[in-house]
C-alpha cells in the first residue's frame, strides 16, 4: 500500500475521556451517550466521529463516480446512521445505514450512483465483510 495521508488522533479517558488530533483541529471531550447508560451532555462520542468520517468519505467518493460518469451533481448529501449492537454472544458490534440524496437524481440513479461509491470508499473497504452496511437512496 502507498500510503497518501495518516491521521492521528489520541484520546485520554476513553468513552468520557477527550480526544485531540496532532494538528489541534479536533479536540473535543467525549460522553457516553444516555442511550448506553451515560450521562449524555457536552461532547461526542465514537459512534458520531465514524458517522461523520464515513458520510464525508461515502459522499466524496459518490462525487467522484459522478464525475466519472459525466453526471454533474447539483446538491448531495449523505447522512450516516451509525448503530451499536451486541450480539447474542455478547459481542460488540456495529451496523451502518448510508442515506444519500442527490438533488434532481431519480432514486434507481442515486441509488446506483451509491452503490459504485460504496465499491470505492475506503470507509466501505475498510468494513466490508466486517459491519453490516445498508445504502438507502432519498
Request: charged share 20%; glycine share 14%.
Amino acid at each position: 500500500m502507498k500510503t497518501l495521508y495518516t491521521a492521528i488522533a489520541t484520546v485520554s479517558g476513553g468513552r468520557e475521556g477527550h480526544v485531540r488530533s496532532d494538528d489541534g483541529l479536533l479536540d473535543l471531550d467525549l460522553r457516553m451517550p444516555k442511550g448506553l447508560g451515560g450521562p449524555g451532555g457536552a461532547g461526542s462520542n465514537p459512534e458520531q466521529l465514524f458517522a461523520g468520517g464515513y458520510a464525508a468519505c461515502f459522499e466524496s467518493a459518490l462525487r467522484g463516480v459522478a464525475r466519472q460518469r459525466k453526471k454533474a451533481l447539483q446538491g448531495a448529501h449523505i447522512t450516516a446512521h451509525v448503530s451499536l449492537g451486541v450480539t447474542d454472544a455478547g459481542k460488540y458490534v456495529l451496523a451502518v445505514e448510508l442515506h444519500g440524496h442527490v438533488d434532481g437524481s431519480p432514486l434507481e440513479e442515486t441509488r446506483a450512483l451509491m452503490e459504485a461509491a460504496h465499491e470505492v470508499c475506503p470507509y466501505s473497504n475498510a468494513t466490508r465483510g466486517n459491519v453490516e452496511v445498508k445504502l438507502v437512496a432519498e
